[in-house]
């Protein structure tokens, strides 16, 4: 799996996966929040599928 998250992007999708995940365990927000866990696994993970599936990626280039 080729990386497509650069390292911005990862921190600030890890930020408000944990953020969205705690509004919801605590019922600020509701049921919803836990959609938080997408960009939360995403920034882990460094893949986007949205990303792959539209050729985006916010990786720097490597390079050769």
Same mark, same amino acid.
């Given at each position: 799996m080729?990386?497509?998250?650069?390292?911005t992007d990862?921190? @600030?999708?890890?930020?408000?996966? @944990?953020?969205?995940?705690?509004?919801a365990?605590?019922?600020?927000?509701?049921?919803?929040?836990y959609i938080?866990?997408?960009?939360?696994?995403?920034g882990l993970?460094?893949?986007?599928?949205?990303?792959a @599936?539209?050729?985006?990626?916010?990786?720097?280039?490597?390079?050769?």
């Amino acid at each position: 799996m080729k990386f497509n998250v650069g390292s911005t992007d990862r921190v @600030l999708r890890i930020i408000a996966g @944990l953020v969205l995940i705690g509004l919801a365990a605590s019922g600020t927000v509701g049921v919803w929040g836990y959609i938080g866990v997408v960009p939360l696994l995403t920034g882990l993970f460094k893949f986007c599928p949205a990303y792959a @599936l539209f050729g985006l990626s916010t990786c720097p280039l490597e390079k050769k």
